[in-house]
């Protein structure tokens, strides 16, 4: 073949492969990048909006604990597991299911006796155990707590109320926060001589939650009270969103 035909013809094989590898790149091009263009010819609107709503709580959750203290490390630990196994007891005969009892910490920490110009000595030892239980049956949760305390329970914490079944509230509130922010893309638009075209995005920012009311918080308690009144109140779920609009004619 002459050298003029062949270089015409490797020309020619160059030109077809770089025009479907230019094929190849728009066939292949992202979404965003056609949503980006269309973008530019209008203006965007970036809006932030929070909704809330609110639900009675369902559960609670308790954290019980046993404190003891003996001369030695063992006479302690010993002490508190017989009264610890009184409160699990206590615990499942109330009717508390197992996966709703988890032990929370146990701790065993010497005390100190300090003296002036006298390094610290030790006294004795202090042993701790706690279990958080969830309670599933609010009206019981006064007489739980009462039988906690009468089994050997020294320590309770909470109850830290919550709803078992979140999605369907949180839903509500990302419904209205959505509503928010069209109102206010809206009146935004509006206030410009636009109107608003679509939506370009929707990004959830971090929840927050309100917790109910905690009438028990951090008491610590010797003897069991009759029938010990709870509050659960209600809870707060907030959902955050930021909404970014296009606006055009």
Request: glycine share 6%; hydrophobic share 45%; proline share 6%.
């Amino acid at each position: 073949m002459p050298r003029s035909t062949l270089a015409l013809s490797r020309f020619t094989l160059a030109l077809a492969l770089g025009a479907a590898a230019m094929s190849t790149v728009h066939a292949q091009a992202p979404a965003g990048a056609a949503s980006h263009t269309a973008s530019a010819q209008g203006t965007l609107l970036s809006v932030s909006a929070q909704a809330e709503a609110r639900r009675t709580p369902d559960l609670a959750t308790v954290s019980a604990g046993v404190v003891t203290e003996a001369a030695d490390a063992n006479a302690a630990m010993r002490a508190n597991a017989e009264r610890m196994q009184q409160v699990v007891d206590a615990i499942r005969k109330a009717g508390i299911e197992p996966r709703d009892v988890q032990t929370g910490g146990i701790t065993l920490n010497p005390q100190y006796r300090y003296a002036e110009n006298a390094p610290p000595a030790i006294t004795g030892y202090q042993a701790s155990n706690t279990v958080n239980v969830t309670v599933r049956e609010l009206a019981r949760l006064g007489k739980i707590l009462d039988a906690l305390v009468a089994t050997g329970a020294n320590q309770i914490h909470g109850p830290t109320f919550d709803i078992a079944d979140r999605e369907p509230a949180l839903d509500e509130a990302r419904r209205n926060a959505l509503k928010q922010a069209r109102a206010r893309a809206d009146m935004y638009a509006q206030s410009l001589g636009l109107q608003v075209r679509r939506i370009v995005s929707i990004s959830e920012g971090a929840r927050i939650d309100m917790p109910g009311p905690m009438p028990m918080a951090g008491m610590r308690m010797e003897k069991a009270m009759a029938d010990t009144p709870v509050a659960p109140g209600e809870n707060v779920l907030t959902a955050n969103l930021d909404v970014v609009f296009e606006l055009g004619q």
